[in-house]
């Protein structure tokens, strides 16, 4: 009895997925990177500022990259297009390291422990997930809170076994719906503000970032202390 065609090229059809994933993210990268530059040029104030929130949305979160973008005066599309492109890119890219890739590219020198801790937090997260499927991974990306997002949500996806197609789509959205969602909430809360205290308006992004450090701090700490009670005490 011979083995079918497919069975016997799942693993290549695997790998090749997931190469197409990462090249699909690195093109996507040139184009949004260009139009940041073009639109940086053409409009610098205050748009030639857009690489700082690239790093805050890659070191503070979403919620003080959209906040610092709309009390600085950048327009909202700016923002969309700057934001919602971010972590899907970073999805994409790295998708294949934590795949089929995964033990090869753990053992790189430098990237390898980031691998390694984004894989952990999936790990410790995929309980909150694993009831609701795409669904839940979905809301799990769209609250923008400590260890969630759109690439630990993929990570977390792969971990349970969902569906490339199902799970980079549930990211995605989840993503895209979370920076609408924040966009509109910071210019709201912008236009109603203005008027009474403009000048605690400008400090927002700062809450928000002291926030999110408490925030994960205290995460931390409330972790340590669980692992610390589920650790057997020694006779």
């Not at 073009?38 to 929130?53: C, K």
């Not at 990237?111 to 410790?124: D, E, N, Q, T, W």
């Not at 990570?155 to 789509?169: D, E, H, K, Q």
Request: aromatic share 14%; glycine share 10%.
């Amino acid at each position: 009895m011979t083995t079918p065609d497919h069975e016997l090229n799942a693993p290549d059809r695997t790998a090749a997925e997931t190469r197409w994933i990462g090249r699909a993210g690195w093109g996507l990268f040139v184009v949004w990177a260009a139009v940041l530059v073009a639109w940086g040029v053409a409009d610098p104030d205050p748009h030639a500022w857009g690489w700082r929130l690239v790093l805050e949305l890659a070191f503070l979160g979403i919620a003080v990259n959209i906040a610092d973008g709309i009390t600085s005066g950048m327009d909202p599309l700016y923002m969309l297009i700057q934001a919602a492109p971010q972590d899907v890119i970073l999805l994409l890219v790295a998708y294949p390291w934590f795949g089929p890739g995964y033990e090869r590219a753990s053992r790189w020198r430098f990237i390898g422990p980031i691998i390694r801790g984004v894989r952990m937090s999936a790990a410790r997260q995929k309980g909150k997930v694993e009831p609701f499927g795409a669904i839940g991974l979905y809301f799990f990306v769209l609250f923008p809170f400590w260890s969630t997002g759109a690439l630990v949500g993929g990570v977390v996806g792969y971990l349970l076994g969902i569906r490339t197609s199902i799970l980079l789509t549930a990211c995605c959205l989840g993503h895209i719906s979370s920076v609408v969602s924040l966009i509109w909430f910071f210019d709201a809360m912008q236009a109603f503000a203005a008027p009474f205290n403009s000048g605690v308006v400008k400090f927002l992004p700062w809450i928000m970032a002291v926030y999110i450090v408490l925030l994960g701090i205290l995460t931390q700490r409330i972790g340590a202390r669980k692992s610390a009670a589920d650790t057997p005490g020694k006779e």
